[in-house]
Each structure stands twice: as C-alpha cells, then as structure tokens.
C-alpha cells in the first residue's frame, strides 16, 4: 500500500502542501456568512455588501503575477510561508477594522487577507501537481482539490456558527436596527477572524517546520519555460476559455454569497440565518465536494465536453427554477446547483488548454487572471436582489451557465474536428 501511494506521489511533502488547500478553502468560504453579518451590521445594500467579494477578485487579478514573480524569485516553499504571513495579517486587520466601526477599512483589510490567499494559490497548485511522477500529476491536483472542497464546507460551518448566531435574531432581511446590534455583529466578525489568525499562525509554524523535505522533493522539479500571458490573447480557445473561467466563477460566488439571506426569505424557506448557513455548507458547497468525487470517476468513461455542457445545461435549467418558483422547490433547486458547479472549473481549463494555440504556461497564466473577470456578476446579481427581488437575481447565473454550455458544444465539435 506504502508503496503504491508513493507511486501516486503521496508522500510526506505533498500531504503538507495538500493542507493548505483546506487552509485556503476554509478562509474563502467564511465570505458567504460575513457578507451577511456585514449587511446586518451596517444596513447595505445587497450590492454594497457583496463588495467582499470584488475585494478577492481584484485580489486575483492584481496579484497573481506578482505573486508568480516573487515564486520564481525565491521559491514556492518561501512564497508559501510569506503567504500564509500574509493571510495571518489579513485576519488581524479585519479583526482590528471592525472596531473603527465602518465598513471600508474591513474591505481593505479583506484585500490584504485575499492577496495572501491568491499568492498561496499560485504557488501551491503547481506544486501540488509537481510533487511526483508527472503521468499522476492530474490525480495529484484534483485530490488537493477536494481538500479544498472540504475546507469549503467546514469553513462555512463554522463562519455561520460564529457570525451569525446572533445575527439570527435579527429580522427576516438581516438588517440590524440598532448600535448594540451592530456592535454586537461586528464582534462577532472579530472572534472569528481572530481564531482563523491563530489557526493560520499554526500553519505557519507547521510549513515552516517542513520547509526542507518539501525543498529537497521541489529541487527535482525542472523549472519552467517562461512564456508571456499575452501571447495566449491571440488563441481564440483561449479567449473563450478564459471568458468561461470568469463565467463559472461569477456565478458559483455571486450564488453563494446570496444564499442565506435567499433561504431566509419566509417565501422560500424562511430558515434562520445560522441554520441558512448550514444548508449553504452541506448543500451547496457540500454538493461540490461530492460532485467532485463523482465528476472525478465519470470524467473517466464521458467525454469532457459532453459532462460540462450537461452540468452547465443542467444548473441553467435549475437557476431558471429559482427565477420562477418558490418555496422549497426553489430553496432546493438553488441548493442545489452546487453540485453540478463541482466539475466546472477544472474541466473548462483542461479543455482550454488542449486547444488553445499559445503556449500551457501563457493560457494558464491568462485562465487564471480571467478570474478578475468574474467580479462583474455579483455585482449584477447584487442590483438585480436590490431593485427587483434575490430570486430575480438568478437570471444573471442562468445566462452564464447558458454561455458555458455554449462553451462546451464548441469544444465537443472542435474534439470531433480534429478527430475526423
């Protein structure tokens, strides 16, 4: 057995970088419960309040290339610890912002918290790939990935349980209608970023501690050829890939970021906002991690193009079930998007970077920078939840489901084309 994970390439260092993925999924799932204590907290808009998520969006799009320059300067084990430095930080000053009382200094402390993120990212998801023999290299990253994935869930869960057991008393839209309800609220959004410092702190010492076994097996990695992002701008698969990336990101957060308050409505299924929580994590986020384990084995008898455009039809057709329903049928259907969202991400960058014309360095540098791109949907949805009504709101992840769909019939003729 020892024998033939190793021949998987898990070993020691590989499980050591794995944890950061759950570390990584764990802080970025905590947004879905903070925007809905933060709007309780300061009275926001659906669109002001979904401004923490432009803050790792613009996170993504500002710092993945410096990041990726700091890499190659001093190496993906020292750029690791800098990041999760970074993120330690990062909960520190979201910590010490909410007692200013405002809301612009928690989004430029979640700004810092979020670069620490996007660094640890690219420089942990090439390593994990890395870490062993190259023809296991897929399997690698997709098992990292599901630690993600269960950071997601566990993240929520406690983010929910933290932020909002008290926010939970207040009335049905979330909105707080006093200062000791604010300060209150707030101080929740304190206890639990102070915890994740300590945590991440820990994890800190942790990599720290295994910074040389994990340097001896990076040393065997052969460095990679350099390659401009843009030189992938003149690859129309990868312009459409990356438009796809921003797409299913947009839609995935924007869906999940609305979800509480969305399950809280009385209309729908009027659940108290800690419990609205719990069904985001074990539904929603849970059903990614689920579908991820399942896309991982399906993926090996249907063809990719064809999984991603039944997912991506499927999730429309349920976000236009929300749009026209209600109740439970419309609860669950939302719900239950999560689960076909689970092998979106990884099959539409596999799929682009077998098309595309530019080098995989370049596509891959431009799929991850199209992320920036996705920042435009919440902000939609957040305007369409303010003027009209959340579940209005939906129509703008059924368009981009619809165009990934698009996505993956071009990609399953150009697959036959080349085929013939």
């Known amino acids: 057995m020892i024998e033939r994970l190793r021949a998987l390439g898990i070993t020691g260092p590989f499980l050591s970088v794995t944890l950061l993925f759950f570390a990584w999924g764990f802080i970025c799932s905590n947004n879905d419960p903070l925007i809905v204590a933060l709007r309780a907290a300061?009275?926001?808009?659906?669109?002001?309040?979904?401004?923490?998520?432009l803050a790792f969006f613009l996170a993504s799009g500002?710092?993945?290339?410096?990041?990726?320059?700091?890499?190659?300067?001093?190496?993906?084990?020292?750029?690791?610890?800098?990041?999760?430095?970074?993120?330690?930080?990062?909960?520190?000053?979201?910590r010490g912002a909410t007692g200013l009382g405002h809301y612009a200094p928690i989004l430029a402390a979640l700004f810092v918290l979020a670069s620490g993120i996007t660094t640890l990212q690219v420089a942990a998801n090439p390593l994990?790939?890395?870490?062993?023999?190259?023809?296991?290299?897929?399997?690698?990253?997709?098992?990292?990935?599901?630690?993600?994935?269960?950071?997601?869930?566990l993240g929520v869960h406690y983010g929910s349980t933290l932020m909002l057991g008290d926010a939970a008393m207040a009335p049905p839209q979330g909105v707080l209608a006093d200062a000791a309800g604010r300060a209150e609220a707030l101080a929740a959004v304190a206890r639990a970023f102070g915890i994740m410092a300590a945590l991440l702190l820990v994890a800190v010492l942790f990599v720290w501690s295994q910074r040389r076994r994990i340097e001896l097996a990076a040393a065997a990695?052969?460095?990679a050829p350099q390659a401009s992002v843009l030189a992938a701008l003149k690859s129309r698969w990868a312009l459409m890939g990356a438009g796809a990336i921003a797409l299913y990101v947009g839609?995935?957060?924007?869906?999940?970021?609305?979800?509480?308050?969305?399950?809280?409505?009385?209309?729908?299924?009027?659940?108290?906002?800690?419990?609205?929580?719990?069904?985001?994590?074990?539904?929603?986020?849970?059903?990614?991690?689920?579908?991820?384990?399942?896309?991982?084995?399906v993926l090996t008898r249907v063809a990719a193009p064809r999984l991603l455009g039944t997912c991506a039809a499927i999730a429309a057709g349920l976000c236009?079930?929300?749009?026209?329903?209600?109740?439970?049928?419309?609860?669950f259907a939302a719900l239950s998007v999560g689960l076909f969202n689970s092998i979106m991400f990884p099959t539409i960058f596999s799929l682009t970077l077998e098309r595309s014309d530019a080098a995989p360095s370049s596509t891959s540098g431009l799929l991850c920078l199209a992320i920036v791109g996705g920042a435009a949907l919440p902000l939609l949805v957040g305007r369409l939840a303010d003027a009209i009504s959340l579940s209005a709101a939906f129509v703008v992840p059924a368009l981009a489901y619809a165009l990934i769909a698009a996505f993956a019939l071009a990609a399953g003729r150009q697959q036959r084309l080349v085929a013939a």
Do not use: D, K
């Open 42 to 53: 300061f009275r926001l808009s659906y669109t002001e309040a979904l401004l923490t998520q």
């Open 251 to 297: 839609a995935e957060v924007a869906i999940g970021s609305i979800m509480i308050n969305f399950l809280n409505q009385p209309g729908i299924l009027g659940l108290p906002l800690e419990e609205g929580g719990r069904y985001l994590a074990n539904f929603y986020w849970g059903g990614a991690l689920a579908g991820r384990l399942i896309g991982s084995a």
């Open 221 to 223: 990695i052969p460095p």
């Open 320 to 331: 236009l079930a929300v749009l026209t329903g209600s109740g439970p049928l419309a609860g």
């Open 128 to 153: 994990a790939a890395a870490l062993g023999p190259h023809r296991t290299s897929h399997f690698r990253l997709t098992f990292a990935q599901t630690f993600n994935s269960l950071g997601v869930v």
């Open 62 to 94: 500002l710092i993945a290339l410096p990041a990726a320059a700091l890499g190659n300067r001093i190496g993906p084990v020292r750029t690791i610890i800098a990041a999760l430095a970074m993120m330690v930080a990062g909960c520190l000053l979201v």
